[in-house]
């Protein structure tokens, strides 16, 4: 089912395609609305919703302007444009943007389904070509994709010089010329099946073909080399591509994808430094059941330190390093090796896993502190002699006490959000519930507010809490209705603005979506009459 979201200034106009449109029956979803193009971008770039239908005049930002930022940050996302303006121009601007229709005001319900349907014809077309192996395979064995391939990986390892790296460039017309460059790392995450890896493979050739600087230097490691004027804006292009990659490369079931980040460099011969920092971040990053996006801002400083602008390891004990990233799954396989450290010694087993017990609660300590924390308050109970003996009875005694540090680790190591972020999504959250009343609060003013790009802060926010911004102010909001509901009298259209929302039939949409109840329904079963 794919997603829609709506922007329209004219109330009439979003309620009607709202209301008059059976969504779930016609194979959609109604993502939300917004009533001009900023609203939107914002809320767009936290949602990421599948096709977009935007009126061309708008106040603050129109539908052109709004399709071509949509087209840079969510290039996958199809648009439909409505407008009152029968102007060859625009639709010709249209066109050149990439919209993939132009509809004419006034509309029926049924011809938007009709082009609706189109476009998801187009996707679902779009989908079984990506299963198509053997056009993947002809693809990557095109010669001028293998020698443009050929001169990035060059690049980044580091085999060209400035000079030789601009001419070889100007050869394929890529603009290697930039202030700053990024480079993502992304790995691809497929089990044991070839062919999803295919499959994602061909996803994201489609998706990135002909634009910017991405290609694949290992079968699973795709490299992505990320250039902007402003340091900021290339952070922000940075997490946009690598949100790309991940919508992208999960089109395929049972596909995941990890995407490092480098630190932002000045210099055409920065890029290859730039490289492996994102690779070093990439290999600590033991994320394999689940896409994450991470930067060098989101590591603990005990396991990375820059030198001379590149990431370097500290001595650290291994174990350290892979504590700080392990998911639950690789806890069996690590309690696994060390008990085939055990080995067979009967007589001096107390003595080896005493020592091999003492090994582990150092390292589950050294993470502790690398996240802020102190291990005599998290897991005092390990610091005991007696828990030691205990634990070194038997070989079962020592897999279950074992396994159960490592589960307690990663249980408050996930709690921690990510450690780095924990002030930040605070004082997020403080500004939304502060703020939730204002009807312009939006991802970009708050990732203003907490000193973050908004891409960036879209990742992390929705990394660590579980949600989206949206759906966190969305029910910061409702529950702030909820209680003027049942506490107060007033009128479910005077509770919407109070609340944030300026169309109470919007409010009334969202409310009765989120809690399967309409705002006069819940309140005759919760609170005061209206």
């Not at 049924?110 to 996707?123: G, M, P, T, Y």
């Not at 500004?431 to 009807?439: G, K, L, R, S």
Request: hydrophobic share 40%; net charge negative.
């Amino acid at each position: 089912m794919y997603s829609v979201f709506i922007v329209d200034d004219e109330v009439i106009v979003r309620e009607g395609l709202r209301k008059r449109i059976d969504w779930e029956s016609s194979g959609f979803s109604f993502a939300g609305e917004a009533g001009d193009g900023e609203i939107a971008l914002s809320m767009i770039q936290d949602i990421k919703p599948d096709i977009l239908i935007t009126d061309i005049r708008m106040p603050f930002m129109d539908g052109l302007e709004l399709a071509r930022a949509v087209k840079k940050i969510q290039p996958w996302i199809r648009i439909i444009i409505l407008s009152g303006h029968d102007e060859f121009d625009y639709a010709k601007k249209a066109i050149s943007i990439g919209v993939e229709d132009y509809i004419l005001k006034p509309f029926t319900p049924d011809e938007i389904l009709s082009c609706l349907s189109k476009v998801r014809d187009n996707l679902d077309k779009e989908k079984r070509e990506a299963g198509d192996i053997s056009r993947m395979k002809r693809e990557l064995e095109s010669g001028s994709n293998l020698a443009r391939d050929k001169m990035l990986t060059d690049l980044v390892l580091g085999a060209l010089d400035s000079s030789q790296a601009m001419e070889r460039a100007g050869e394929f017309g890529i603009k290697l010329l930039s202030r700053f460059y990024m480079i993502a790392v992304s790995e691809l995450h497929y089990g044991e099946d070839m062919d999803k890896l295919l499959a994602a493979k061909s996803c994201l050739s489609a998706s990135l073909a002909g634009g910017g600087m991405s290609f694949f230097i290992s079968p699973e490691t795709l490299v992505s080399i990320v250039q902007g004027q402003d340091a900021e804006l290339c952070e922000d292009e940075a997490f946009s591509l690598a949100e790309s990659v991940k919508h992208d490369a999960e089109k395929v079931p049972g596909v995941s994808v990890v995407t490092a980040i480098s630190p932002a460099v000045e210099h055409i011969a920065s890029i290859s430094g730039a490289y492996k920092d994102a690779s070093l971040l990439l290999r600590k990053c033991r994320f394999t059941d689940t896409s994450r996006i991470v930067s060098m801002s989101d590591v603990g400083e005990g396991s990375l330190k820059s030198d001379g602008g590149s990431l370097v390891l500290q001595e650290n004990d291994p174990l350290v390093d892979r504590l700080s990233y392990a998911g639950e799954g690789e806890i069996d396989q690590i309690v696994s090796e060390y008990v085939a450290l055990l080995g067979s010694n009967g007589g001096s087993f107390s003595i080896i896993a005493s020592y091999l017990l003492v090994d582990v609660i150092m390292a589950v300590s050294k993470v502790i502190e690398s996240l802020g924390g102190d291990v005599k308050q998290v897991m005092p109970e390990i610091l005991s002699r007696s828990f030691v003996e205990n634990a070194v009875q038997s070989q079962e005694v020592f897999i279950i006490e074992v396994k159960s540090i490592l589960g307690k680790l990663l249980d408050w190591r996930g709690r921690q959000s990510s450690g780095r972020y924990s002030d930040v999504i605070l004082r997020a959250k403080k500004f939304i519930d502060e703020n939730y009343a204002d009807p312009d609060i939006c991802l970009r003013s708050v990732a203003q507010a907490v000193n973050f790009s908004p891409n960036h802060f879209s990742t992390v926010f929705s990394q660590d809490c579980g949600m989206t911004f949206i759906e966190y102010l969305t029910q910061v909001r409702i529950s702030q209705a909820k209680r003027l509901l049942k506490t107060t009298d007033k009128k479910s259209a005077d509770i919407a603005w109070e609340v944030g929302f300026n169309d109470p039939h919007y409010f009334s949409f969202i409310f009765k979506k989120s809690v399967s109840l309409s705002p006069r329904e819940w309140r005759q079963q919760n609170g005061p009459k209206e």
